[in-house]
């Protein structure tokens, strides 16, 4: 299941919405990279702050913030207008006024409001226009914010017969890469992207290491299998606990190579 499906099935159930973005948050290894680096770009003293999540899918980072600071404003802006309808209704639900959920494309979207934080994950790398996207954040963010951005650098595998069969499923179909990306970031080309933009670079992280895609590579294989609706109870219990030790090596561990790369910036090389 992707998050679109997971959405979908979710729909209108405030209950079963917050039981998803537990799970999430506990059983994806990138929602652990993005939750301890939240805290990075959120102000400490306890004094309202501003944040936008921009391209917040699921609204599982928009509604972290939100219930855990009170204090805060978050403005979530998604393009599917399903998961906006669905979002707004859990957040009225939630009793939580201090999140907005609005429809947008982020390479049209502008504001005149400024905002103390940003995120942008698993974003980017779906946008043709991402400079000019950039361009927008810089301007949206105040002049001491920071901004958190996730993308992934690639789909190198560990289980070469997983690798094989994505490989040769995209060729059928014409797709030159999985998930409906136009492209993959390397370190430099990202930071060279955010430097040009007016943005200074505070922190580089490496995910999905080997540790981690090995992990993933694992749940995948799984999700593929044709009796994958017989061998998930199974999993779980069996397997899973292993997936969770490699996702947990790979968070401790200093990636020197992986699939993923979150960046912390600042505007104006503020830090």
């Not at 949206?140 to 690639?154: A, E, F, H, Q």
């Amino acid at each position: 299941m992707d998050s679109g499906q997971i959405a979908r099935f979710i729909g209108k159930n405030n209950l079963l919405r917050k039981l998803a973005y537990h799970i999430i948050s506990l059983t994806t290894l990138r929602e652990w990279y993005i939750r301890a680096a939240l805290a990075k770009i959120i102000p400490r003293n306890g004094c309202e702050f501003t944040l936008l999540d921009a391209g917040s899918g699921m609204g599982q980072h928009a509604w972290f913030v939100a219930n855990r600071y009170p204090m805060a404003r978050v403005t979530a802006v998604e393009l599917d207008e399903k998961q906006v309808e669905d979002c707004r209704w859990f957040a009225e639900k939630e009793g939580l006024n201090n999140l907005q959920f609005h429809q947008a494309d982020l390479s049209t979207f502008s504001t005149n409001a400024k905002y103390d934080s940003l995120m942008c994950c698993s974003v980017l790398e779906h946008i043709k226009e991402d400079d000019s996207v950039l361009a927008s954040y810089y301007d949206m963010l105040k002049s001491d914010g920071k901004m958190l951005i996730y993308v992934p650098t690639g789909e190198k595998r560990v289980l070469a017969f997983l690798g094989r069969k994505i490989h040769n499923q995209l060729k059928k179909s014409g797709v030159k890469l999985p998930h409906q990306h136009v492209r993959y970031y390397s370190k430099d080309e990202l930071v060279a992207r955010l430097n040009d933009n007016g943005f200074s670079v505070d922190r580089q992280i490496i995910t999905y290491g080997h540790y981690g895609r090995l992990a993933y590579d694992v749940v995948t294989a799984v999700q593929y299998h044709f009796l994958f609706k017989f061998l998930f109870p199974f999993y779980l219990l069996m397997v899973h606990p292993f997936i969770l030790l490699l996702m947990w090596a790979d968070y401790r561990q200093n990636n020197k190579q992986g699939n993923g790369l979150l960046v912390i910036a600042s505007k104006n090389g503020k830090a």
